[in-house]
């Protein structure tokens, strides 16, 4: 039956079978006992079996030497179950969860979310940076009242300063969403799989408030959510679900550890938002896997706690709409931002870079970037080459050439080995275009930035 010179054993008790390989988690041998079994199937794909600890999956080209092959194992494999003591009953068991598994409802969680990051998405393609610094999330958002970036921040991805990372970030989320979704969905219904997300996006809120992050985005932390709830389902209702609705328990542990570990060797990974939504989603499947397997409608309290949750997202969009298209909204925005204290200089600057850089700012834009620039530069104690380089454009664009040029020498004296600013100064200069403003360096965390000795603080131009 099976190719390769493998082979099943069935014994009185169980059967020796292939793991499935090291997808399945288990590359060896394993032992199946009989009264173990709670689903299993043979599907185009191959044998499938569940039992209550784990997913075996035997593909049919890498273990059959037929089609029919797999079709034949699983009815022995019901033969064998149907002549044990009290095999009738887990019979009818598995023929429960075989009706359940037959289902095939709409997944409209999955879709509508899925939905929502393209389109969030292509509007990144459209007003980024823009997009991104007025949606990104971060712990001073809740002192300047930007409560929106709360649920914006879970559908912008990726970095507008470095090309092709938006694309990457959104790929990588949204495969590992669509893988679990599913799994959530289906024995949780489209409203349960609703309450998971929203959730697991609190809980990764508040998990970046505790850590106190500057700027979060992406929909990482609605993922581990989903992956919470598939870890609770798998732990606490293997007995009900159909085989094709888990995942092999090894392997999916194994995943969840490494993404565990990433934050530790990636520090652009906001790992308390990963943990955040992980604890969230699974205490929210708790709450309503409860009585699974759930044919039944969901209750009014899950019913209100989704539409709730896609009416504040509705929000959301609606408070940051204005905020892109407005007319003065930023400039608005950005005297508003300059007011508080807490607000990091790095959130100023790259307002007022924004506004700085826009084609043709006006003098109500240039007055709000001056007074950001300003305030991040004395905030970072005229310290940070970045923070300097956007004041010294926003000297420039206000046609202050020689303030201009001081400024950005004091950014070359800081990083003389970064060459844009040297042809920032070259273009204030007037040796090379005003409009031709040099490519700039990657953001911080993509880029290897040697350790340059800063002048001593008591030298001209430095203050404390």
Avoid at 322 to 345: C, H, I, N, Q
Wanted: contains cysteine; neutral net charge.
């Amino acid at each position: 039956m099976l190719a390769g010179g493998r082979e099943i054993v069935f014994q009185n008790d169980g059967f020796s079978h292939p793991g499935g390989g090291i997808l399945a988690g288990r590359p060896g041998r394993v032992f199946t006992r009989y009264e173990d079994i709670v689903h299993l199937g043979a599907m185009p794909l191959g044998f499938w079996l569940g039992t209550r600890r784990s997913v075996f999956i035997l593909r049919s080209r890498k273990f059959f030497r037929s089609p029919g092959d797999a079709e034949l194992l699983a009815r022995e494999v019901l033969h064998r179950i149907s002549e044990r003591p009290g095999g009738a009953e887990q019979l009818v068991r598995m023929q429960a969860v075989d009706r359940w598994a037959a289902l095939r409802p709409t997944l409209w969680a999955t879709r509508v979310f899925a939905l929502a990051c393209l389109l969030t998405f292509a509007a990144q393609l459209v007003w980024d940076p823009f997009l991104h610094g007025m949606a990104c999330f971060g712990s001073w958002a809740f002192q300047v009242g930007d409560w929106w970036r709360f649920v914006t921040a879970i559908f912008v991805h990726g970095d507008p300063w470095a090309p092709g990372s938006t694309a990457l970030h959104l790929f990588l989320n949204l495969m590992a969403f669509l893988t679990l979704c599913p799994l959530v969905e289906r024995p949780l219904g489209s409203i349960g799989a609703a309450v998971v997300m929203a959730a697991a996006g609190l809980g990764s809120g508040i998990a970046c408030l505790l850590a106190g992050y500057d700027q979060v985005v992406g929909a990482s932390g609605v993922v581990c959510g989903l992956a919470g709830a598939v870890l609770w389902l798998e732990l606490r209702k293997s007995m009900v679900l159909p085989v094709w609705w888990r995942i092999p328990r090894a392997y999916f542990v194994g995943v969840l550890l490494l993404n565990a570990v990433l934050p530790l060797l990636l520090p652009v990974i906001a790992g308390a938002a990963h943990l955040g939504g992980f604890a969230a989603g699974a205490a929210a499947c708790s709450f309503l896997g409860r009585g699974l397997p759930g044919e039944r409608p969901a209750g009014p309290v899950p019913r209100a706690l989704a539409w709730a949750a896609v009416a504040v997202t509705g929000l959301a969009f609606v408070a940051l709409a204005p905020k892109l298209a407005g007319p003065d909204s930023l400039v608005r925005y950005a005297e508003r931002l300059s007011a508080f204290e807490r607000v990091p200089p790095e959130r100023l600057n790259e307002l007022a870079w924004l506004l700085i850089t826009k084609e043709a700012p006006d003098a109500a834009e240039q007055q709000a970037a001056r007074v950001l620039a300003e305030r991040a530069v004395e905030l970072t104690a005229r310290r940070d080459a970045d923070i300097l380089d956007t004041l010294a454009e926003v000297y420039f664009i206000a046609g202050e050439g020689a303030e201009a040029v001081a400024v950005i020498d004091e950014a070359i004296a800081i990083w003389p080995a970064e060459p844009y600013f040297r042809e920032q100064r070259r273009r204030f200069l007037g040796e090379r275009s005003a409009d031709d403003r040099p490519d700039p360096p990657p953001p911080p965390h993509l880029r290897p930035r040697e350790p340059v000795p800063l002048p001593p603080r008591d030298e001209p131009g430095i203050t404390v």
